[in-house]
Nanobody, 122 residues
Framework: QLVESGGGLVQAGASLRLSCAVS????????MGWFRQAPGKEREFVAA????????DYTDSVKGRFIIALDKAKNTLYLQMNSLRPEDTAVYYC?????????????????WGQGTQVTVSS
């Protein structure tokens, strides 16, 4: 089970940290990621990471602003989001059981959280 938290309403330029708590299983040798879906748009890749080796990839629009990280002791995935922009507004989803961490699509992941809303006002 994947449970996201940490979303909210913030002003442009602010920071948020999303968390994805993993329960009921272990995620060794797994790829995990964050996707987002804005109103009227398809779900898109944000960031992904290899649980085993820690290598990560980001979509271009968040590079230098967002950081994906793992706390293996807590079985938790994080997304640190800095310098937020109105265009970052979306429902953010945690994903696991990915076949790749490098430029994945949502079809590459098979386990999903329920999503958490992030709203950035201008």
């Amino acid at each position: 089970q994947l449970v996201e938290s940490g979303g909210g309403l913030v002003q442009a330029g602010a920071s948020l940290r999303l968390s994805c708590a993993v329960s009921g299983r272990t995620f060794s040798n797994n790829n995990m990621g964050w996707f987002r879906q804005a109103p009227g748009k398809e779900r898109e890749f944000v960031a992904a990471i290899s649980w085993r080796v820690g290598t990560a990839d980001y979509t271009d629009s968040v590079k230098g602003r967002f950081i994906i990280a793992l706390d293996k002791a807590k079985n938790t995935l994080y997304l640190q989001m800095n310098s937020l922009r109105p265009e970052d507004t979306a429902v953010y989803y945690c994903a696991a059981d990915g076949s790749t961490w490098f430029k994945p699509t949502d079809r590459d992941f098979h386990s999903w959280g329920q999503g958490t809303q992030v709203t950035v006002s201008s």
